[in-house]
């Protein structure tokens, strides 16, 4: 059973570009959470989805970032005209219901 | 939502038995207490997850006193490969998240010496 998959590892992009994240959580879960980590900082929560639904995106920025789960395929996070402050590394996260989650490892997106 | 409390580091050396304390002194009634391990470059890593008392994996243990507002990790015998960052989770099973609205904090940097 494969574990939480993200990609790509890494992406870097240019001020004004957008980026797409994905990841494809493990099989049988269909909850799934976004975090976002600064250098030398703890992950912060942005979004928690269930299949085709935004559950709680209170640690959403209110611009340019989205996210969405289809009913097939993977969890996206998009981030549009992405600015130096996005450079971070986020981090997917699945689970079932009520059970622990499991992390990916994560895409680190540098903007030059 | 609960907060937790955490030292920023931690030293040990191999062998040594490390206990990390967290403090959630607001802690809910139905919120269970979970930690993570954290290496460079990775995501976080599930430990251990409890209510009360004292749990035990092959990983670790995990004791909560009766008025659950702090819990300790124990880890046995420590290695090098120990060396991470643990974090301290508190939060409750809130329509079915399990993440949703837990706060990570900086998390405690365990550096195990040879």
């Known amino acids: 059973n494969a574990g939480v998959m993200q990609n790509p590892r890494h992406l870097v992009r240019r001020r004004g570009q957008e980026a797409r994240l994905r990841c494809s959580p493990m099989?049988?879960?269909?909850?799934v959470y976004w975090y976002r980590q600064l250098p030398e900082e703890g992950l912060k929560f942005m979004v928690y989805l269930q299949k085709e639904n935004i559950i709680d995106e209170s640690g959403m920025p209110k611009e340019r970032f989205s996210a969405e789960f289809p009913k097939e395929g993977p969890s996206i996070l998009r981030i549009q005209q992405v600015v130096r402050g996005d450079s971070a590394a986020y981090f997917c996260a699945s689970s079932r219901m009520n059970t622990e989650a499991f992390f990916g490892q994560g895409t680190r997106l540098t903007v030059v | 939502l609960a907060k937790t409390t955490q030292p920023i580091s931690m030293d040990s050396y191999e062998g040594q038995e490390v206990n990390i304390t967290c403090s959630h002194n607001n802690i809910a009634t139905n919120d269970y207490i979970t930690w993570y391990q954290q290496f460079p470059s990775q995501g976080p890593r599930f430990i251990i997850q409890g209510y009360k008392t004292k749990v035990t994996n092959e990983v670790a243990s995990l004791f909560i006193p009766a008025d659950r507002k702090s819990s300790t990790l124990s880890l046995p015998r420590v290695s090098l490969s120990d060396t991470a960052v643990y974090y301290c989770l508190v939060g409750g099973l809130d329509r079915g998240s399990t993440l949703g609205r837990l706060y990570f904090g900086r998390g405690t940097q365990l550096t195990v010496w040879p």
């Open positions: 099989k049988g879960h269909s909850h």
